[in-house]
C-alpha cells in the first residue's frame, strides 16, 4: 500500500489473537468476522500458514466459536465463559417481539427455556436514560415470560464459574411459561 508492506486482515487478526489470552483472543476473531475484511475461512489459512507459532494451538482451538454476531468483546469474553463452563451455546443478538408489540434484542437468549443474558457495561449503561431503558426491557421480557440474568464484568472474568452456575439454574428450571 503506498510503496509499504501491509498484511491482510485475517492474517493481522492471527498475528494479535496468537499474543492474547483466550477471551481476547476470541474478542480479536469475532471482530475480524463482524468487521467483513475477513471471513472464517481466511482466518483458518492463516493459521494454516502461522502453524509452528507461539499461541496458534489457542487460537486455532478457539476459530470455531468466531462468531461475528459478538458486539463487544466483552460479549465474547462472556460467551467464552459459557462454553468454558458447558453451557449450551446461546443465539447471539436475539430478537424478542412484547406483549405490545414493541421488538427487544438481548445479548445471549436460550429460547427452549426462556432465558436471556444481558451484559451491563458500566460505561454503556450508567446514564440515567440507560437504566430507565434497561428497567423497562428486563420488565416487558418478564411480562412475556422470559429470565433476564444480568452480568457484570466482574462476573465474567473473576467469578465466571458462578455466573455459569447461575445461567445453567435458569436453564435447568421448569418453563413457566405455558
Known amino acids: 500500500m503506498h510503496g509499504r508492506l501491509a498484511t491482510a486482515p485475517s492474517w493481522t487478526a492471527i498475528e494479535v489473537a496468537r499474543t492474547l489470552r483466550r477471551p481476547r483472543a476470541l474478542a480479536v476473531l469475532d471482530a475480524a468476522v463482524r468487521s467483513g475484511t475477513c471471513s472464517a475461512a481466511e482466518l483458518d489459512a492463516a493459521i494454516r500458514q502461522q502453524k509452528g507459532r507461539r499461541g496458534i494451538v489457542k487460537v486455532r482451538e478457539l476459530l470455531p466459536h468466531a ?8 460479549e465474547s469474553e462472556a460467551r467464552l465463559a459459557f462454553i468454558d463452563g458447558g453451557l449450551p451455546l446461546p443465539e ?9 408489540g414493541q421488538l427487544w434484542r438481548v445479548d445471549f437468549a436460550w429460547p427452549e427455556a426462556m432465558v436471556v443474558a444481558e451484559y451491563e457495561s458500566m460505561d454503556w449503561h450508567a446514564s440515567r436514560e440507560a437504566l430507565k431503558h434497561d428497567r423497562l426491557k428486563v420488565a416487558r421480557l418478564q411480562e412475556c415470560g422470559w429470565m433476564s440474568v444480568p452480568l457484570v464484568v466482574d462476573d465474567v472474568r473473576r467469578r465466571p464459574s458462578d455466573l455459569v452456575a447461575r445461567i445453567r439454574h435458569h436453564l435447568e428450571r421448569p418453563s413457566l411459561a405455558g
Open 67 to 74: 462468531d461475528g454476531r459478538a458486539e463487544s468483546p466483552m
Open 92 to 100: 447471539l443478538q436475539y430478537e424478542i417481539v412484547d406483549r405490545r
